[in-house]
């Protein structure tokens, strides 16, 4: 008699690689398991309990530290807007600028004078009409002999 192959049997695939490992052996191990397991039997060790505070304590010390970390921004804005102050005081004391305002205080600048004067030369080599203007000479305003008679009826027939 010959036999049949079953259904089931059809459809397993022929093992292409015979296994390699004896049967007793270990298969390698599970990488996201730890390597050693604590026996089911055992106790597992007792965390430290350390001190436990209470919930109205713990909110009281976040209150606090939120009011801190407030109160820490608002004093570094204010701080930079004290440099900024300093910065701009310092460009307008040079005297060699039109408005101070168009030397902006670069991010990191310190604030001693020579830095400043710096930052000023820079600026003016490459926009020399930011200079403050003097004006010298005679420019015909508000110059020479005041009129010393002046009568509305002669200022009236001039300008007939």
Do not use: C, K
């Not at 020479?144 to 001039?158: M, Y």
């Amino acid at each position: 008699m010959t036999e049949q192959p079953t259904e089931p049997d059809l459809e397993q695939p022929a093992d292409p690689e015979p296994d390699l490992e004896p049967e007793g052996a270990d298969p390698e191990p599970d990488l996201e398991q730890p390597a050693d397991p604590e026996p089911e039997g055992a106790d597992p060790e007792p965390e430290d309990e350390g001190e436990t505070f209470t919930r109205d304590y713990v909110h009281e010390i976040r209150r606090e530290a939120a009011r801190y970390r407030t109160r820490a921004a608002e004093a570094e804005t204010e701080a930079e807007t004290l440099r900024d102050a300093l910065w701009t005081a310092r460009v307008a004391a040079t005297g060699r600028l039109m408005d101070p305002a168009d030397l902006p205080r670069p991010e990191g600048a310190d604030l001693e004078p020579e830095t400043v004067a710096a930052a000023v030369d820079a600026l003016l080599e490459q926009r020399p009409h930011y200079g403050r203007r003097r004006i010298t000479g005679r420019i015909g305003q508000g110059e020479g002999v005041p009129p010393t008679d002046v009568s509305l009826s002669g200022l009236l027939r001039s300008n007939t």
